[in-house]
């Protein structure tokens, strides 16, 4: 059974993950957490209550949510094609 990075924590647990998720930039540490937002609907209300907690972050969150998007849209047309 496998649990996902951001609904299962839950609370200030939360917040501390997505802490060290903006301070990872680049790093594939978070992979599986990228992948849960992409696929877990419980993660993304999750991360965004902790993302409204941490206000100072939201330039680097949303780089990051960019990039993430991006790169599954990609990937979800390679797949089509």
């Given at each position: 059974?496998?649990?996902?990075?951001?609904?299962t924590?839950?609370?200030?647990?939360?917040?501390d993950?997505l802490?060290?998720?903006?301070s990872?930039?680049?790093?594939?540490e978070?992979?599986?957490?990228?992948e849960?937002?992409?696929?877990?609907?419980?993660?993304?209300?999750?991360?965004?209550?902790?993302?409204?907690?941490?206000?100072?972050?939201?330039?680097v969150?949303?780089?990051?949510?960019?990039?993430?998007?991006?790169?599954h849209f990609?990937?979800?047309?390679?797949a089509e094609?």
């Amino acid at each position: 059974m496998s649990t996902c990075c951001w609904c299962t924590p839950g609370g200030s647990s939360t917040i501390d993950v997505l802490k060290r998720y903006a301070s990872s930039t680049g790093s594939s540490e978070f992979q599986t957490a990228d992948e849960d937002l992409c696929y877990c609907l419980e993660c993304v209300a999750e991360y965004h209550r902790a993302r409204d907690e941490v206000p100072f972050l939201h330039e680097v969150l949303w780089e990051l949510e960019t990039l993430r998007l991006v790169s599954h849209f990609e990937k979800s047309m390679k797949a089509e094609a």
